[in-house]
């Protein structure tokens, strides 16, 4: 038996318990009338700074662990770099043209990226790119950019012995109609066409995928879901690489040596930050030796890393290297295959032009 008991005198317990309590309450809030009200207070900014971070942090732990869209990918050509080290076996890296990224230039100073994901990195870095200026590109005219680059050269035994950066220039087409000559490079002295990417018998190459041109660069969805879509869906990986690798790698290779409307340059980043596995390096240094903040996706299957390096201070890009990840027949871990620092970048008239300079010919 409780102490209550049953039946009526537990009843009449309970009903002088729900009186008491009546009462109580009444005095509570008279006394909560009489006092002042609290002050109001706003969540302190460091404070909600950190929930911000934190929440994102959740979000790019969720994307790391989604599943990459499944599309099926087209066949796509890459444009080979002129002096190309030999291909590495099962690796997302055999044919780009060259590892550069676009640069963007803002009007100020960015805010220190908080909170270590890639996700929180890449959204500053593509407001960078939103606000950024740009001019628009004729079909007439040539993207000149001029960088500091260093490639991988084979050995026989199939391992890898890194280059030296040396100066390299590029004058890429903008042209929207096929192109047999899709641009010109300068390096090491010599001056020489581009066109590994031209069919033998075919009227040339069109603008696309394969040849990112201002114009065509602009027709893509801003809207990054749309955008990573698409881009799924023109991508095809190499023997051995990850379908999400290779989707970064063509993000990469459509910021390089390009000028394109801010809007598409802000998308790209966003596209990228939605894709599984890219990571944020609070140290990441390019070929010219500048150090800044890293955005990097590691290919397991391949066993190799793509970085891009961006400033410290105002998030502009400073270029990319890509590098092994384990040991093994294509060298020691941590070998250097690709590294650019893009140094200049313009807009010109005719192939040999430089900025500043009159024009020249070919």
Not at 6 to 13: C, E, K, L, N
Not at 143 to 161: I, M, N, Q
Not at 264 to 270: D, G, I, P, S, V
């Amino acid at each position: 038996m409780t102490a209550t008991g049953s039946g009526p005198a537990r009843a009449r317990h309970e009903s002088g318990g729900a009186v008491g309590a009546r009462h109580d309450k009444a005095e509570y809030d008279e006394l909560l009338r009489l006092l002042p009200p609290p002050p109001a207070r706003d969540l302190a900014a460091d404070r909600h700074s950190h929930h911000k971070d934190r929440l994102m942090q959740l979000i790019d732990q969720d994307q790391h662990t989604a599943p990459a869209p499944q599309h099926e990918p087209a066949p796509r050509r890459r444009l080979l770099r002129p002096a190309l080290w030999m291909p590495l076996a099962a690796t997302a890296l055999a044919g780009t043209l060259a590892v550069t990224l676009t640069t963007h230039t803002g009007t100020g100073t960015a805010d220190t990226p908080r909170g270590n994901t890639a996700v929180v990195l890449l959204e500053q870095v593509a407001d960078v790119a939103a606000k950024s200026e740009a001019t628009p590109v004729r079909d007439d005219q040539l993207v000149y950019v001029k960088s500091l680059t260093a490639a991988a050269e084979g050995r026989p035994d199939g391992s890898f012995e890194p280059g030296k950066p040396h100066q390299r220039e590029v004058w890429m087409s903008q042209s929207a109609a096929p192109a047999k000559t899709v641009g010109l490079i300068h390096e090491n002295g010599d001056y020489f066409p581009i066109s590994e990417l031209v069919p033998p018998g075919s009227k040339g190459v069109p603008a696309g995928i394969d040849r990112p041109t201002y114009n065509w660069l602009a027709s893509l969805p801003t809207d990054p879901d749309v955008l990573l879509e698409r881009l799924y869906a023109l991508t095809e990986p190499a023997d051995g690489q990850e379908e999400a690798q290779a989707v970064f790698d063509t993000i990469g290779e459509l910021l390089a040596e390009t000028v394109m409307p801010p809007r598409n340059a802000a998308a790209l980043y966003r596209a990228a930050a939605k894709i599984p596995g890219v990571t944020r390096d609070a140290d990441a240094v390019d070929s010219a030796g500048r150090h800044g903040f890293g955005i990097r996706r590691v290919d397991e299957r391949a066993s190799t890393a793509t970085e891009w390096v961006f400033d410290r201070e105002d998030l502009t890009y400073l270029g990319e290297r890509s590098y092994l990840t384990e040991d093994g027949d294509a060298g020691a871990k941590g070998t250097v295959l690709e590294e650019t620092a893009v140094l200049e970048r313009a807009v010109v008239d005719a192939y040999r032009e430089r900025p500043g300079s009159a024009s020249g010919t070919e």
